[in-house]
């Protein structure tokens, strides 16, 4: 059984607890907290689960002095990118593999910062480590999956990737009010759709499609879109967005191949349906009852536009129905699921093209 430590108790983390607790090849050796209240409190209730006998610790240098042989970095590296790299650089010199989302430059690491990719090449080196990143947006929904649609065409014209999703329900309020604008004035410039910044962040997802498929990208551009909120709407996790302020927003960064907007990754998020309802939507939810259909709350979508056209819908759920959930239980799953290949691999730095996508071998019944 391979030792393996989670690192951070978010969205993220709580979705690897649970992953790694049922994973056959894996056994949980521990768990990393930041807030001093969660430090003693059992792994198993951070996550939502039974117990599971693992106390939560913020004790760093004792977590990584036991050599642990894989950690899952589930801590932001939205607003503390230094930090996230200081933190995984520890983990690769203790030898350990790190699967993780918080790097957005090492989605692609042939692109990163020759800095960074310096720092974590050699601490590899140093420890005999290995690095995975992938993205919670999903991941593989920006690299596997619609490379894989790929090959099932005859002819490829656009390749597009969404994510549309409703906030109200994203247990996030800093990086929902704050890194993505919502319930702001429309004059604040919210960090995430800052220009330049949707590139750093997806642009290498870009890179990898163009690369598989063996195409130039000529330049990355961003198009940028937002809405007001016509009347204020309260949130259960959030409280109140004023109307006026913004109710969604809506971007595109778009690899130019041949002059052409080729491979296109496109996020589409509201805090309300009844903001910008003239753009793209997920899928309507069955009724039963007699009900009326509803929208559900997020979706990811792969569209290829060739021959055949084909579209894929992609709805995940966890933590009592919630798809903002699933879809960072199905990333941590492409991470959590990646472990066994990258401690068999050996050391490394490895991106979405290297690592295969792995059937759940023992998890049936």
Known sequence: ?????????GNVGRAAIRSVSVHPALTLAGVVVHNPEKV??????????DE???????????????KPQAVVYASSGDIRPDDALSDIIRALRAGAVVVTPALYAFYDHRGAPSEQRDQVLAAI????????????????????????????????????????FDYTTYDQPDSVR???????????????????????????????IARALGVEVDEIVETLDRRALDTTVSTALMGD??????GAVRFEVQGIVAGEPRIVIEHVTRIHPSC??????????????????????????????????IEVSVEATDENGNRAAGGNATAVGRLV???????????????????PLRPGVGKLG
């Open 40 to 49: 003693g409190v059992d792994a198993g209730t951070l996550a939502g689960i």
């Open 178 to 208: 704050y890194l993505v604008g919502m319930g702001q004035p429309m004059d604040y410039e919210p960090p995430m759709i800052a220009a330049g910044v949707p590139t750093m962040v997806w642009g290498g997802q870009i890179r990898l």
């Open 125 to 164: 080196a140093e420890g005999g480590g290995a690095l995975f990143v992938s993205g919670v947006d999903p991941g593989w929904g920006n690299d596997v999956l619609p490379l894989l649609m790929t090959g099932l065409a005859s002819s490829v014209d656009v390749i597009r990737c969404q994510e549309i």
């Open 276 to 309: 910008a309802p003239d753009w793209p939507l997920p899928p309507v939810l069955p009724s039963s009852n007699g009900a009326l259909p509803a929208i559900s709350d997020g979706a990811h979508r792969v569209i290829i536009e060739g021959q055949p056209r």
């Open 1 to 9: 059984m391979i030792s393996t430590v989670v690192w951070g108790t």
């Open 52 to 66: 599971l006998d693992i106390a939560a610790t913020d004790d760093i240098d004792a977590i990584l002095a036991s």
């Open 337 to 355: 699921n990646a472990i066994d290949w990258l401690v068999e691999t050996g050391p490394g730095l490895y991106d979405a093209l290297d690592v």
């Open 241 to 246: 967005f004023d109307a006026g302020t913004q």
